[in-house]
């Protein structure tokens, strides 16, 4: 016996959605009827036909379980046909995107805080995506925000639980909830876009690898990708058990957060190739033996290397970059004669570039990484398209990586991330930037010179929508620049970003690091933001 409910509630006022969903504590999740107002506002803004499916799924941490069951009986209640899940309610982001599109679903709901620490202190978070596979637009985000604001009443089904841990059919109600293989699709659709039988030849050929799941939520997509379907051995994997806390871990892949991984490719006799994704699968860290390759020259390198892979050997339409995303892909577009778009921080900004076939491949500097096979980055999309070049150039990834900076010159470029500042200070940080405006034209500074500055803005050249507010630039006349901007994905007070970049074509400086090669540039930024005295902070959090 089933009875749906319509209960009544009152709204919250914090149910915005940041860079990407609504990302909260857990223990906020956890009062009564927070997530139940955010579901029925989703429900409510994207208003499905009767006999619509939906994908539903999270990355495993803690509270995914609850929340499914919740999300489960609500979908029920608001008409849904079908709910596709994955078994223990365990979906990547990639691998949801994937079954939007393949099975032409009316959207799906992703479970997650990404690459935020997990635990029953840590972050939870969801998201919608829309029919294409994608993270919604800004418009749909914004209806919800505003429905959140208002919400007297939420529908859910009075029913048990469904077995999550069974593949199997069930129903709630009226509803069908389909729980399937979360791995499958997925690992299906890698195999149709690279040269399966060329990586399994390099594994086997004794090229070692690491892949670290970050006890998150690619560890069963990794065993069945580079283990049963590729051949390597079972010690390429590491924290392939994915955790509700990730092992109490940060499941950030970058040089902070996966330094495990770090020490192994930086140690004696390290592996050939190392790979770290994050929490629900949609960032990667590549990293050569003793050799940490940015985000921003694995775009411009895969770009650059398409045509060596089969399911881009056609070529590219066209790549797209975030703003803050150095521009070395930019160099590469235009050598293939192909255009770059450069959007905001955010995935959702893609979407509409690939829909209108646009762009192929599109990347991000916060180790984010992706085409148009789906509508999300993918992490363990972009190991295997590294995989697949090596094997077809029979080179390392320090080789190929230099050879591409010997070509087209090296962007060189870091991020300096510094968190939890009160969100008054980082506020303050950007006002004072943005009144210095006028006055930074035409100055010197050091060996750099102002060309101009401005806050960025971006017209989506699709539909059009407008987005500002998205970063302060301060471009030099060298090409260079600072970028600063305030993340849109922190739980904690204000997260400030700030983004250098500076151009070298000369062959003979591509052997110095990052920092020292940048430090001027760093220099000029913290006196540009009155970093030290606004902040108190010397040193940045993260650097990456
Ligand atoms: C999300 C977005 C990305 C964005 C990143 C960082 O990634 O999908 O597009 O680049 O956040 O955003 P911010 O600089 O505002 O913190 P994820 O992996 O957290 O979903």
């Known amino acids: 016996m089933t009875t749906t409910l319509t209960l009544h509630t009152t709204p919250f006022n914090d149910q915005k959605p940041g860079t990407s969903g609504l990302r909260k504590r857990v223990p906020v999740f ?29 990355d495993g941490r803690f509270y995914n379980l609850e929340a499914i069951q919740i999300i489960l009986k609500m979908a029920a209640a608001n ?41 029953p202190e840590g972050d939870f978070g969801i998201k919608y995506n829309t029919a294409n596979g994608g993270p919604a637009p800004e418009k749909i985000t914004e209806a919800i925000f505003e429905l959140s604001k208002k919400i007297s009443h939420y529908r859910i089904i009075e029913a048990s639980d469904v077995a999550l841990d069974t593949i199997g059919e069930y129903t709630i109600g009226k509803m069908h909830v389909s729980v399937i293989d979360p791995v499958a699709d997925y690992a299906e659709l890698m195999e149709s876009l690279f040269d399966f039988a060329a990586i399994r030849g390099l594994l086997a050929g004794g090229f070692n690898i690491k892949f670290d799941a970050m006890h998150a939520v690619n560890g069963p997509y990794a ?71 940015t985000p921003s020259d694995s775009l411009a390198i895969l770009t650059a290397n398409a045509k060596l892979v089969p399911g881009y050997r056609a070529g590219l339409k066209g790549v797209a970059r975030s703003m803050p995303t150095s521009a070395a892909a930019d160099r590469v577009a235009k050598e293939l004669g192909i255009p770059c778009y450069e959007t905001p921080t955010g995935w ?88 210095s405006f006028a006055s930074l034209p035409g100055q010197k500074l050091g060996s750099y010179t102002v060309e101009r500055c401005d806050d960025f803005s971006y017209t989506d050249p699709v539909d059009g929508s407008i987005s500002t507010g998205q970063g302060i630039r301060i471009l030099f006349t060298d090409g260079s620049r600072i970028v600063f901007r305030l993340s ?14 500076a151009y070298d074509p000369d062959i003979n400086n591509h ?25 108190t902070r010397v040193q940045p959090s993260v650097i990456t």
């Open 488 to 501: 849109g994905t922190g739980t904690e007070g204000a997260t400030l970003r700030i983004y250098l970049e």
């Open 30 to 58: 956890q009062q009564a009827n927070y997530l139940e107002n955010f579901v029925q506002a989703i429900f409510d803004s994207i208003q499905a036909p009767a006999g619509a499916t939906l994908v539903l799924g999270g």
């Open 348 to 435: 959702k900004f893609f979407g509409n570039l690939m829909d209108a076939d646009k762009v192929t491949l599109c990347g991000e500097e916060s180790f984010g990484t992706g085409s148009s096979h789906i509508r999300e980055k993918d992490g363990l999309w972009a190991v295997l398209f590294w995989l697949n070049i090596v094997a077809a150039r029979a080179q390392s990834v320090e080789t190929i990586t230099r050879e591409h900076w010997a070509h087209f010159g090296r962007n060189v470029y870091s991020r300096h991330d510094y968190e939890a500042i009160p969100t008054e200070v980082a506020n303050g940080v950007m006002t004072h930037l943005k009144d």
């Open 223 to 293: 065993r069945e990708i580079f283990i049963n379907r590729l051949g390597a051995p079972v010690a390429s994997l590491m924290n392939c058990v994915p955790l509700p806390d990730f092992g109490n871990g940060h499941p950030d892949p970058n040089l902070t957060y996966a330094h495990e991984l770090v020490e192994i490719l930086y140690g004696e006799n390290a592996p050939d190739f190392g790979a770290a994704s994050d929490g629900d699968g949609d960032r990667n860290m590549i990293l050569g033996r003793h050799f940490f390759v």
């Open 511 to 535: 052997h110095l690091d990052a920092q020292v090669a940048l430090s001027e540039l760093i220099q000029i930024a913290g006196q540009l933001s009155e970093l030290v005295t606004r902040t």
């Open 79 to 119: 008409g849904y046909a079908r709910v596709l899940t994955g078994q223990g309610g365990i979906l990547s982001t990639p691998a949801a995107s994937c079954l939007i599109r393949k099975y032409a679903t009316f959207g799906g709901i992703i479970l997650s805080a990404s690459h935020n620490p997990g635990g």
